[in-house]
């Protein structure tokens, strides 16, 4: 069904590793069902941003060599980025090198990233909060808040939920 390896990238500079890699699934009588996995990919980054850079980079690279259209995988990629920075800053508060799990799964009409950790519980949930501001007064723009706004914009779900003390989020985007 499918052939499973292991690789660990490692930059001493850094000391981050990027993943854990669990290879394309064989494209065998592949059926039209919505729920039908193509292939997975299964990612172990460290809670920084050039772990977090490197693997959206890693992701888009793969879904344009798979064929998926630039744009969409341009969003993916985004949407991605801004679901792990939040991970780094409000799970893990900015302490590097802690482990994130990152499950992504094609199926024949969608994509869903799965994204775990062992952080500080998420207690606002993934709604986006209203910003209510002037854009001529550059002063009144918020610092921050933006991360679901665009996750919710770029993806058709996102879901948050913690059990056993471990955090899940997944975002879903169809074709």
């Excluded at 630039?70 to 482990?99: C, I, P, T, W, Y």
């Excluded at 058709?156 to 975002?171: A, C, M, Q, T, W």
Aim: aromatic share 12%.
């Amino acid at each position: 069904m499918s052939s499973l390896h292991s690789q660990t990238y490692s930059n001493p500079a850094s000391c981050y590793k990027l993943p854990t890699f669990k290879g394309w699934l064989a494209l065998s009588n592949l059926s039209e069902s919505e729920h039908q996995i193509i292939n997975e990919l299964h990612f172990v980054i460290s809670s920084n941003m050039d772990s977090v850079n490197m693997l959206s980079e890693k992701i888009y690279e793969e879904c344009l060599f798979n064929k998926i259209d630039k744009d969409f995988s341009a969003h993916l990629r985004l949407a991605l980025v801004e679901a792990l920075n939040n991970v780094v800053e409000h799970a893990f508060q900015g302490e590097m090198n802690n482990e994130i799990d990152v499950y992504i799964t094609f199926f024949y009409k969608k994509i869903r990233i799965r994204i775990t950790d062992t952080g500080y519980p998420n207690h606002h949930g993934v709604k986006p909060v209203e910003q209510n501001f002037d854009l001529e007064d550059i002063m009144s723009v918020p610092e921050g808040g933006y991360g679901l706004h665009i996750m919710h914009q770029l993806m058709d779900e996102v879901n948050y939920y913690r059990k056993n003390n471990v955090n899940f989020l997944i975002l879903e985007k169809h074709f």
